[in-house]
T-cell receptor, first 117, second 112 residues
């Protein structure tokens, strides 16, 4: 089946620094990837849709200048949390669909647990 | 917009059957899907219903009624490893990227 790989799986950073998270589709080409954020015991909240070769589409309330998304190739999207603060500590998850597989939904990366200290 | 409602918590006994319901409101509808997420892990895809009826995959089954905007996930022969959070989700038909919107999740706890 389709595989989505996310890296790193966890990261601790100091307040004010930036963190980059990578999301790769390993065995299919994903023109579109999605970035979610999940706080403890809560649901996955869609942050943005990453489009290969064009600008990302952000959900309402998500700061595009703080959460920079780059989708430079058909297999890689990156999310950069800029000037991170403790309130940005969360579980970040990417997902992608394999357009060649019918009647299925998204496959998720392993997630990245970000802790800002 | 879209909204999905599901119970926040369900408790069941090992070996039993449990049903997790989901009602949805959406301006456009492709289908209803279900995901499982263990603590600290990423969601994993369980099932997808685009048409009315029951889809069975091993111990898990999923049902959809489009006219009632309702679906459920049925878990049979419960095992301790089934303790997890379960999310129903819909795909946004009006989004060219087909983004997926998740319900709030149901935390399933299984007792021996």
């Amino acid at each position: 089946g389709a595989v989505v790989s996310q890296h790193p799986s966890w990261v601790i950073c100091k307040s004010g620094t930036s963190v980059k998270i990578e999301c790769r589709s390993l065995d299919f080409q994903a023109t579109t990837m999605f970035w979610y954020r999940q706080f403890p015991k809560q649901s996955l909240m869609l942050m943005a849709t990453s489009n290969e070769g064009s600008k990302a589409t952000y959900e309402q309330g998500v700061e595009k200048d703080k959460f920079l998304i780059n989708h430079a190739s058909l297999t890689l999207s990156t999310l950069t949390v800029t000037s991170a603060h403790p309130e940005d500590s969360s579980f970040y998850i990417c997902s992608a669909r394999d357009p060649d597989i019918q009647n299925t939904e998204a496959f998720f990366g392993q997630g990245t647990r970000l802790t800002v200290v | 917009g879209q909204s999905l409602e599901q119970p926040s918590e369900v408790t069941a006994v090992e070996g039993a059957i449990v049903q997790i319901n989901c009602t949805y409101q959406t301006s456009g509808f492709y289908g209803l899907s279900w995901y499982q997420q263990h603590d600290g892990g990423a969601p994993t895809f369980l099932s997808y219903n685009a048409l009315d009826g029951l889809e069975e995959t091993g111990r898990f089954s999923s049902f959809l009624s489009r006219s009632d905007s309702y679906g459920y996930l049925l878990l049979q022969e419960l095992q301790m490893k089934d303790s997890a959070s379960y999310f129903c989700a819909v795909r946004d038909r009006h989004s060219s990227a087909s983004k997926i919107i998740f319900g709030s999740g149901t935390r399933l706890s299984i007792r021996p």
